[in-house]
């Protein structure tokens, strides 16, 4: 397995956090089945308000229907709805992520995809501590976007 870095001094290699890895059939299937479930996501969202006029859309959320209150992701099916129509502050107002996610799913579908035909994909090389820290970065911004929703924002 040859890295992206593998060009630089051995010294300056084990700096780079991303490796262009190989990949088996079987990381090849699952990103593939990613890429799948990521444009099956992409195209409800995109028909979102034809189910809802037809009352096909998907349940409730179990957090919003015990506590009346959104849970941390409660508006995000709304949002990339929103999205499809150039709606950036509606998008904005009902899940705050909104946004960014939608651009994120593109740019993950492109990625699996181009990963999986080539053979090749983008693989992190973090150490236990940076994989904290992503997890950590990723629970605070969740955090906040709900508090955003909550107080802020509205229902």
Known sequence: MRSVGASLPSSARGALPIAAARLLPADRRRDL????????WLLYTRVYWVLQAMHLGAPVCPFYYLTGHPCPFCGG???FA???RGDLSDSVRLYPLGPALFAGTFAAIGGLVTGAISGRSLRPRLT????RGVLLGTVVTVLISWALKVFVLGN
């Open 128 to 131: 236990p501590a940076q994989w």
């Open 82 to 84: 929103y999205m499809w």
């Open 33 to 40: 089945l990613v890429a799948s479930v990521l444009v099956v």
């Open 77 to 79: 099916t709304r949002s």
